[in-house]
């Protein structure tokens, strides 16, 4: 079961979402809050950080070798374009945490926004550079 890629894939992002509300909870020392829950910006940074190690990785092995093979280069463009995908998600995570954020009158609409499509967003981008752009 732990070897199931797609397990693997979809399982960390989740864990690492709880592991983001405990810590914010924690940091804060106060009771539960929503937005201890709203973590599309952190699973967003998770995603490109790991696509950057990754292409940094890729560039190391493209140098030791003579000949870069045509999968090589096709890695690294890959991951160049996930990575371009990142930062405007990111960027669009980060005006909807702007525009929902401070709506406390509104908490249904923080809710939907920062809880489930934010977080989808963040969550998405890490479950596909392991899925699509690493490769399981």
């Given at each position: 079961m732990l070897r199931n890629p797609y397990l693997i894939a979809l399982g960390i992002p989740l864990i690492l979402l709880f592991c983001g509300a405990f810590a914010k909870k924690l940091v804060r020392g106060s009771r539960w809050q929503c937005s201890d829950f709203f973590l599309g910006m952190e699973l967003s940074l998770a995603a490109m950080a790991s696509a950057f190690v990754y292409i940094f990785d890729l560039a190391k092995l493209a140098s030791s070798q003579a000949d870069a093979t045509a999968s090589l280069l096709e890695k690294i463009g890959a991951t160049a374009s996930f990575l371009v995908l990142c930062f405007f998600l990111l960027?669009?995570?980060?005006?909807?945490?702007?525009?929902?954020?401070?709506?406390?009158?509104?908490?249904?609409?923080?809710?939907?926004?920062?809880?489930?499509?934010?977080?989808?967003?963040?969550?998405?981008?890490?479950?596909?550079?392991?899925?699509?752009?690493?490769?399981?």
């Open positions: 960027l669009w995570v980060l005006t909807t945490h702007q525009d929902w954020g401070k709506r406390s009158q509104n908490p249904r609409g923080q809710f939907v926004w920062l809880g489930l499509i934010a977080n989808f967003v963040g969550g998405g981008l890490l479950t596909a550079f392991v899925l699509l752009v690493k490769g399981v």
